[in-house]
């Protein structure tokens, strides 16, 4: 009975204004009287929950804030701990290829002397070494050494300024390696200490391989058309070419650069198909800088033209009953 008059006596609804009070008002009777109109958790209670989320909010932004600078902070320890960039591998800061050309270019200085001209060599080696180094770096003078065919074969970066260089070079019938310590700063190089010779690898180890198999009577039918192809791809003519490769196929010859000295040999597989892979040893002669009559023994061999064997694999086709070539390239290791 005292809800149901509660409710009669302040009828208001939310957002009216509150009157002014009665006489013989009582708050705290009051207050007491409409504590059960708040429905639940209407008003001042809502204000709690938000209050509530977003300490929950903020508590979750600082724990990702202390976990992100903490691992940036044991990152950095582990860098200063672990080891420098091993050897072999290129850095941001060092210039690799730079480097290489820079060693390419002090060995073949360093490795070519003459005992009857020492002053020349110590004048080139000037721009490679670091002042105060002895001129001839290492060499006492005496004896004659030739070197080329130098190519760059490898690097090992130790850090941003120092790195070493492998240099391959060839003197006389041997192989070798040059080993160039090198130093880098602001785009300049300078051979940073004696260098090392070492010994290059040797030839690898080919397994032999069996004779192939062979179509004798094709090999004989196809070498007058060999001979003839090769003889046009020489001269390099178009139109004599058109005679022998197929329908469409455009090769391009030497134009007279070689001639056909000897068609050597000429290896096709079995098989009864109209398109073959077939190869062919052809010696071609290779005119010398000075045209020398053929026919005399007594003239200089310099002079002579020279015989270069060449093995190549064609892919041939037979078309209205005779064969053609389709390509042209070098041969396989198959060759015997």
Do not use: C
Request: hydrophobic share 40%; aromatic share 10%; glycine share 12%.
């Amino acid at each position: 009975m005292a809800r149901r008059s509660d409710v009669q006596q302040d009828p208001r609804i939310a957002g009216d204004p509150d009157p002014y009070p009665l006489e013989g008002f009582d708050p705290a009777s009051a207050a007491r009287a409409a504590a059960p109109r708040r429905r639940g958790w209407s008003g001042g209670g809502g204000r709690w929950l938000v209050w509530t989320g977003r300490v929950i909010l903020w508590a979750l932004i600082v724990v990702i804030v202390v976990n992100g600078v903490r691992a940036v902070f044991e990152r950095s320890l582990q860098d200063d701990g672990a080891p420098s960039t091993p050897a072999g591998t290129a850095t941001s800061g060092f210039p690799a290829t730079q480097a290489a050309a820079f060693a390419n270019q002090f060995a073949a200085v360093y490795l070519n002397y003459d005992a009857a001209n020492p002053q020349q060599r110590a004048e080139r080696l000037k721009s490679f070494l670091p002042e105060g180094a002895d001129d001839q770096f290492g060499w006492n003078g005496y004896g004659r050494m030739s070197a080329g065919a130098f190519q760059f074969a490898g690097i090992d970066v130790v850090d941003d300024h120092n790195a070493r260089v492998t240099v391959t070079y060839q003197s006389g019938g041997s192989r070798g390696l040059l080993s160039v310590p090198v130093y880098y700063e602001n785009g300049r190089f300078v051979v940073a200490a004696q260098p090392a010779l070492l010994p290059a690898p040797g030839p690898a180890g080919l397994p032999q391989l069996p004779d192939p198999d062979r179509d004798s009577t094709t090999e004989a039918e196809l070498r007058p058309q060999l001979e003839g192809f090769f003889k046009a791809y020489a001269a390099g003519n178009q139109v004599d070419l058109q005679r022998y490769v197929a329908s469409g196929v455009t090769v391009n010859g030497f134009g007279g650069e070689f001639t056909l000295a000897e068609l050597k040999d000429v290896v096709v597989p079995p098989g009864g198909t109209d398109s073959r892979k077939v190869t062919a040893v052809v010696v071609w002669a290779v005119a010398s800088g000075e045209q020398a009559a053929l026919a005399s023994p007594s003239q200089d061999p310099a002079a002579q033209p020279a015989g270069l064997e060449q093995a190549y694999q064609l892919t041939i086709e037979k078309q209205g009953g005779k064969w053609f070539v389709r390509d042209i390239q070098g041969a396989n290791r198959s060759v015997g």
